[in-house]
């Protein structure tokens, strides 16, 4: 069974502090993503890896960057978080070649004041 | 550019079938994911269709149709639990396009 696990389910932060959100999944996955979840936006892409020590820029990628230093694990920086921020954080892994299907971490749901 | 619609939301009867639908136009095109999200829950895998032609699974049925960019995911039977979210999202090459999602009210 895959697992995906996120660092927290709810953080709250303010202004101007840096913030790791930290994923983590078990499953010797290749690939792994980084999305925000805003009411009527949908999933939103932050940014993907593709291997260790590679990422690719998403959709919104503006104010984020990552990092992945292990295969099972990708950290998603906030270098000075804002109120516009505040959102859902989903994590996904999918396995690579043609298996496609992406399977999600519960989300962390980060307020910043 | 890239536009997945789907409709915010439906509602629908216990018991009865409903049928949601998407429709875009990508740049690219690998296959079309439909994923299921409670509130406060990740989403999770429902299907996965990458040629045309309806594929049924139990009381969820996924269809496509590649020329028209069209697909729906069509519920059965429906039950008080199946009120979520339902995500459509095209697959280029691993990477997914989300569409806003569609939030499905089951009534008694």
């Known amino acids: 069974d895959v697992k995906v696990t996120q660092s927290s389910r709810y953080l709250v932060k303010r202004t101007g502090e840096k913030v790791f959100l930290e994923c983590v999944q078990d499953?010797?996955?290749?690939?792994m993503f980084w999305y925000r979840q805003d009411p009527g936006l949908g999933l939103r892409l932050i940014y993907f890896?593709?291997?260790?020590?590679?990422?690719e820029k998403g959709d919104i990628p503006e104010g984020y960057s990552v990092s992945r230093e292990k295969k099972e694990r990708f950290s998603l920086i906030l270098e000075s978080a804002s109120t516009n921020q505040t959102s859902m954080y989903l994590c996904?892994?999918?396995?690579?070649?043609?298996?496609?299907?992406?399977?999600f971490g519960p989300g962390t749901r980060l307020t910043v004041t | 550019g890239q536009n997945i619609d789907q409709p915010t939301e439906m509602t629908a009867t216990e018991g009865a079938i409903v049928q949601i639908n998407c429709t875009y136009q990508?740049?690219?095109?690998?296959?079309l994911f439909w994923y299921q999200q409670h509130a406060g829950e990740a989403p999770t895998f429902l299907s996965y269709?990458?040629?045309?032609g309806l594929e049924e699974k139990g009381r969820f049925s996924s269809f496509l149709s590649r020329s028209k960019g069209y697909s729906y995911l069509l519920l059965k039977e429906l039950q008080m639990k199946d009120s979520a979210s339902y995500l459509c999202?095209?697959?280029?090459?691993?990477?997914?396009?989300f569409g806003q999602g569609t939030e499905l009210s089951v009534k008694p």
């Open positions: 999202a095209v697959n280029q090459g691993g990477k997914l396009i």
């Open positions: 890896s593709y291997d260790v020590k590679m990422k």
């Open positions: 269709n990458v040629l045309d």
């Open positions: 990508t740049s690219g095109f690998n296959g």
């Open positions: 499953m010797d996955h290749e690939n």
């Open positions: 996904a892994s999918s396995g690579g070649g043609d298996n496609y299907e992406q399977y």
